[in-house]
C-alpha cells in the first residue's frame, strides 16, 4: 500500500471519528422511522430526549418553548428530537404514546424515563440533572 492510499484510510478513520462524537447543535426533527432509526444508531451512548407532539395539541405548543430553552442548556449533553405524531404514528405506536405531548428519554433503544403533558422547565431540569449519570 502506498503512502497516499494509508494516508486516505486514516482520514476517511478520522471523519467517522468525528461523526459519531458530534452532537447535533439543534433540535433534530424526524420525519421518518428511517431517520428516527439511523439516529438511535448513531447515539447509542447517549440519552436522546424525544418531543412527541402535534400541530392541533395546545399543550404541545405551550411546551415547545420550554423543550428549546432546555435543549439550549442541555444541548451538550442530551439530544434533543421533536417527533410529529401524525407525520410518524409508527414510532409513536413502537413506544405505546396514547397521549401528547409526551417526552420520552431513550437510551440504547430503551425508555430510561417518560414524562406525560406539559411540564414546566423546573420540573425537567430537575429529571435532566438525575439523567446526567445515563447519558455518560
Known amino acids: 500500500m502506498s503512502d497516499e492510499e494509508i494516508e486516505k484510510i486514516r482520514m476517511k478513520k478520522a471523519e467517522l471519528l468525528l461523526n459519531v462524537q458530534t452532537m447535533p447543535k439543534q433540535i433534530i426533527k424526524i420525519h421518518s ?5 439511523n439516529l438511535l444508531k448513531k447515539f447509542p451512548n447517549k440519552v436522546i430526549i424525544i418531543d412527541f407532539w402535534a400541530v392541533w395539541c395546545g399543550p404541545c405548543v405551550m411546551f415547545a418553548p420550554i423543550f428549546e430553552k ?18 410518524n404514528p409508527s414510532i409513536a405506536q413502537r413506544y405505546r404514546i396514547t397521549g401528547i405531548p409526551t417526552t420520552l428519554f431513550v437510551k440504547s433503544d430503551k425508555v ?4 406525560v403533558g406539559a411540564v414546566n422547565a423546573e420540573y425537567m431540569e430537575r429529571v435532566l440533572e438525575k439523567l446526567k449519570s445515563f447519558s455518560k
Open 70 to 87: 432546555l435543549q439550549q442548556v442541555y444541548g451538550e449533553e442530551f439530544i434533543f428530537v421533536k417527533l410529529n405524531v401524525d407525520e
Open 112 to 115: 430510561v424515563h417518560k414524562v
Open 33 to 37: 422511522a428511517e431517520e428516527f432509526d
